[in-house]
């Protein structure tokens, strides 16, 4: 049975705008998430790229700021924009901008008091999938997944852990390298404890190292004068464990572009075009 409620609905680009939320089992809380249906969705059914977004964000930042609707409209695809954790009063929180709500890392908490709430990685790859292919006109066999900053660090290990669910896969300016970053510390060390060898399923760099491939092209995009580049970014790591096994990768590095959704807003009909381009393959 199909369990959400639509908060708002727009149209836009003749499609639907909708923010939508539903209780979720596997995050014990309501969570809130936008999707948007092409005006192809209307009579067919659609290839679905997911977005995840960074420290602090919501479903909404995306939504509101990207400007992806006109080239998913464009390419007749579906995008569903999740909240970055659980949330509420009986959701434990650190007040912090980079860790407990607001800060969910996509992965599955295993220290109390955040595993009670905070399993990111399941509710991504089994419970909003499971709600989103029941209640809308989403290919199940053409997905892709994409995401900026945390939530670039969330797209690509989740997409090098399941690489025949993802098909396509891009990110802006990921965390690639958590484990050698102090947001990845930060949130690997409260939500996982400290045995670093947990952390490494959640760090693509290690994944990649370790076997875990994926097969295309993963696009990146890094601003150059992005203010968390060498510290906390370091796109350098995941780019030479990439080459060093023949893993395909295009790193685009742009003058003068920060950490901010006008970075993202510049190139981001590139990365619907680059998902578009794969997904559309599949038959």
């Known amino acids: 049975m199909i369990n959400y409620k639509t908060l708002s609905e727009h149209v836009c680009f003749d499609g639907i705008q909708k923010i939508c939320s539903h209780n979720s089992e596997v995050l014990n809380c309501s969570m809130q998430f936008a999707v948007y249906l092409p005006p192809k969705a209307k009579k067919h059914t659609c290839p679905i790229v997911f977005w995840l977004s960074g420290l602090t964000c919501t479903e909404e930042n995306f939504t509101t700021k990207a400007g992806a609707q006109k080239y998913a409209a464009n390419h007749g695809l579906i995008i569903v924009a999740p ?23 996509y992965l599955n908490a295993t220290e109390a008091p955040w595993v009670s709430n905070f399993q990111m990685y399941d509710y991504i790859i089994k419970e909003l999938p499971s709600l989103i292919f029941e209640a ?9 997944i994409m995401g900026h900053s945390m939530g670039g660090h969330g797209a690509i290990t989740i997409a090098l852990k399941n690489p025949n669910t993802f098909r396509s896969l891009s990110a802006f300016s990921p965390i690639v390298s958590p484990t050698q970053s102090a947001w990845g510390e930060k949130a690997l060390l409260g939500y996982l404890g400290p045995d670093r060898q947990k952390w490494l399923s959640y760090d693509a760099t290690e994944l ?49 572009y920060d950490h901010s959704y006008y970075f993202i807003s510049s190139f981001i009909e590139d990365h619907i075009s680059h998902h578009a381009k794969v997904l559309s393959r599949i038959i």
């Open 83 to 105: 909240d970055t954790s659980p949330r509420g009063e009986e959701v434990p929180d650190d007040g912090a901008y980079d860790f407990g709500q607001g800060a969910g890392f």
């Open 208 to 256: 990649v190292k370790n076997g875990h491939t994926f097969n295309g092209t993963i696009l990146i995009d890094q601003g150059e004068k992005d203010q968390f580049l060498d510290e906390q970014l370091k796109p350098e790591l995941f780019e030479d464990a990439c080459n060093s096994v023949d893993q395909s990768i295009l790193v685009r590095r742009h003058v003068g």
């Open 136 to 144: 809308f006109p989403a290919r199940q066999d053409a997905q892709g």
